[in-house]
């Protein structure tokens, strides 16, 4: 299984998880690379669970243009929420 694939079969994955909210992919594209991050609703409940608990969500992935646009158009086909960003910084 390529890269692509794996990424998309992922997200599929975190979309139907019942232990943590999915919201979608937010895109971060800088010149010619991207990072790809996993974005769970954050609220926690600290009356059923412990208040010391960290979340860990998925790690990054890193991404050529040539893979945004392959992920990009499945996670349309999915109906699937994701946002890009290019902020400029100094």
């Given at each position: 299984?390529?890269?692509?694939?794996?990424i998309?079969?992922?997200?599929?994955?975190?979309?139907?998880?019942?232990?943590?909210?999915?919201?979608?992919?937010?895109?971060?594209?800088?010149?010619?690379?991207?990072?790809?991050?996993?974005?769970?609703?954050?609220?926690?409940?600290?009356?059923?669970?412990?208040?010391?608990?960290?979340?860990h969500?998925?790690?990054?992935?890193?991404?050529?243009?040539?893979?945004?646009?392959?992920?990009?158009?499945a996670?349309?086909?999915?109906?699937?929420?994701?946002?890009?960003?290019?902020?400029?910084?100094?």
């Amino acid at each position: 299984m390529d890269k692509v694939e794996r990424i998309i079969k992922t997200v599929e994955n975190e979309k139907g998880r019942t232990d943590k909210q999915f919201k979608g992919i937010e895109f971060n594209i800088r010149r010619n690379e991207v990072v790809m991050i996993y974005n769970y609703d954050e609220v926690v409940n600290n009356v059923q669970q412990d208040p010391h608990y960290i979340r860990h969500n998925k790690d990054p992935e890193w991404l050529s243009l040539d893979e945004l646009a392959v992920i990009q158009k499945a996670l349309k086909e999915k109906d699937i929420h994701f946002i890009e960003r290019r902020d400029e910084f100094m």
